[in-house]
């Protein structure tokens, strides 16, 4: 099918785009060029009408991107490892703001989620354009979190503890562009001040991020599909249902978050001071 027959609707003025006219398991050289393209400047971009998806064409999709995730315990589809079983009934309710495994050294580049089962209503998805998050800041506080990273960490009785230390301002590999990196859901400290300016920078940063005016929220129908670049947003998943939810999901293998030389050393408390660079978490406050 030619590019040109796409029909693409925004949906709304911060990020993501509807593209009709394209069936996903007969995906072209030149339509993925196409697609990839409108992923770049939408950063989630959505299929509906896509029921015949096979998992076979699942993951050739997302191998189009890059090599697939096996994640470590996520239900999987038979046969098929690299495609994840996402059950709300089994617990699978993300409703915390998050960019997808940045407690990892390579977060992961995209995802692509084939929902199945909705509910008559609730269950949509948001998503937040950490591009303008960014770029509506002031220059001084830019400036200043283009010298931070940050620490991100997961530690449950299940996996033990795993973190990561990425800038707090990450540059695009494909774009360019800069965007906020830090997540309500992940996001530890600021390693390079003191835990309470860390605290209260992190809060207004999450606050900033999630604000209504940087956010799309697509109401699924099932057998939609939505795929998001990873590197430039966060998402949501409204937990305002209680009737099934259920999809599959592929999830692209990562590069390293890039960003500007941290400008200062690691903050380091005077003997009688009280620093706890792990016992905080934005997620669960103080433990």
């Given at each position: 099918?030619?590019?040109s027959?796409?029909m ?9 785009a ?15 060029e196409?697609?990839?393209?409108l ?13 015949h998806?096979t ?8 191998r189009r ?6 994640h ?11 495609i ?10 993300a409703?915390?703001w ?8 390579n977060?992961p580049v995209a995802s ?7 509910p ?15 770029e ?8 200043l979190?283009?010298?931070?990273t ?8 299940q996996t033990?503890?795993?973190?990561a ?15 906020l ?12 001040l003191s835990?309470?300016e ?32 990873n ?16 999809g ?26 009280r ?9 669960h406050?103080?433990?």
């Open positions: 099918m030619p590019t027959e796409l693409v609707t925004p949906v709304s003025g911060a990020l993501g509807e593209i009709r006219g394209v069936d996903l398991t007969e995906l072209t050289d030149e339509l993925f196409r697609v990839h393209e992923l770049l400047g939408h950063l989630v971009v959505f299929f509906p009408g896509q029921e998806l998992p076979e064409a699942h993951i050739a999709l997302g991107l890059g090599e697939l995730e096996v470590p315990f996520l239900p999987k589809v038979e046969g098929h490892p690299e994840v079983v996402l059950d709300a009934d089994q617990g699978a309710k409703d915390e998050h960019i997808d495994v940045t407690f990892q050294p977060p692509i989620l084939h929902l199945q089962v909705c008559a209503s609730g269950g949509d998805t948001m998503w937040s354009n950490q591009y303008l998050v960014y509506t800041l002031s220059e001084p506080m830019r400036e979190l283009d010298g931070l940050a620490v991100h960490v997961l530690n449950t009785p033990g503890e795993h973190s230390e990425h800038p707090v301002v990450r540059i695009h590999p494909e774009t360019g562009r800069r965007s990196y830090v997540t309500r859901m992940w996001t530890s400290h600021i390693p390079q835990r309470p860390s605290d209260a920078l992190l809060q207004y940063l999450f606050e900033h991020s999630e604000s209504p005016r940087f956010n799309c929220r697509y109401r699924w129908q099932p057998g939609a599909v939505a795929m998001w670049d590197r430039a947003t966060q998402h949501l998943a409204v937990n305002d249902y209680t009737e099934p939810r259920r599959q999901r592929v999830t692209v293998l990562g590069d390293q978050p890039t960003g500007d030389t941290p400008r200062w050393k690691e903050y380091r408390p005077a003997p009688d001071e620093y706890y660079p792990r016992h905080v978490t934005a997620r406050g103080y433990r």
